[in-house]
């Protein structure tokens, strides 16, 4: 019995089913049990490729969007940030040390908006304190000629004085609103960075899974795939995926995912 079933993509699934169909068909109504039940076999092998080249596709393609994201921020932080910078293999440990450094910049920024505030509040106190010596000038005034009109521009001045200190507590206040916000968008970011991780990471689960039930089943699903590759994917897949492992043969970070998926055909 032949249980080799040619690679076949997602868009072809459904021609291949039809032409297997009423082939199967066929097959009982001549009474071939025999090959009816190698048909339904193809069929199952079948399914379990197709399903098994489109994870595979599905995690290639979110690992090259981390790797490219990884190298977007390699770029930025090599040309923003010193020699002390350091080095990280993973995507996600990149992320989260700028985000780290955001929101230690925000709270610093928050610290600094907080003691604006405070001496905007002491200006206005002071400015509280002048009305009692403007009145004191004003009383003065009709006293001394050289005093006429100093206390209508002085009030001037005051009130001047006064709707600037009103406007610049409103602009403080804005950052340190604005500040709030970028630290809840810090913790959001890090949501997704743990959200992709752990996708990424299970979907690397279900194609090393996926390939030692083809193993076991004889499947032979990979076209022209040497002995060596065939044996290397089994020594990766056995480890299984463990993220952030000092274990330099475990799937530990981005290049050991993309060995695993070069060696499995993706």
Not at 76 to 86: E, F, H, I, Y
Not at 222 to 251: C, F, M, N, W, Y
């Amino acid at each position: 019995m032949n249980n080799k079933v040619a690679t076949i993509e997602f868009e072809g699934l459904e021609a291949f089913l039809q032409q297997k169909a009423r082939a199967l068909v066929t097959t009982l109504e001549q009474g071939n049990l025999a090959s009816a039940i190698e048909l339904i076999n193809e069929l199952q092998q079948a399914r379990h490729q197709v399903f098994y080249n489109e994870v595979g596709h599905l995690t290639r393609g979110l690992h090259e969007a981390i790797k490219a994201f990884s190298s977007d921020i390699d770029e930025k932080m090599s040309s923003n940030a010193d020699d002390s910078l350091p080095a990280m293999a993973d995507a996600s440990d990149r992320l989260a040390y700028v985000i780290e450094l955001t929101e230690k910049t925000s709270h610093e920024t928050m610290d600094r908006v907080d003691v604006s505030l405070s001496l905007v509040d002491r200006l206005d106190n002071q400015s509280e304190r002048f009305r009692d010596l403007l009145l004191l000038v004003g009383q003065l005034e009709g006293e001394f000629k050289a005093l006429d009109g100093v206390y209508d521009r002085t009030c001037a001045v005051k009130d001047e004085s006064e709707k600037t200190i009103e406007q610049l507590r409103s602009v403080l206040t804005d950052i340190l609103v604005s500040q709030s916000v970028q630290d809840i968008t810090g913790q959001l970011i890090r949501r997704v960075i743990t959200l992709m991780t752990q996708v990424e990471i299970q979907l690397v689960k279900l194609m090393e899974m996926a390939a030692k039930v083809e193993r076991l089943s004889g499947f032979e699903l990979l076209a022209g795939e040497d002995a060596e590759a065939s044996q290397q994917s089994e020594d990766i897949a056995a480890q299984g995926p463990q993220a952030r492992t000092k274990q330099k043969s475990a799937v530990s970070d981005q290049d050991e995912v993309d060995e695993l998926l070069s060696s499995l055909g993706f």
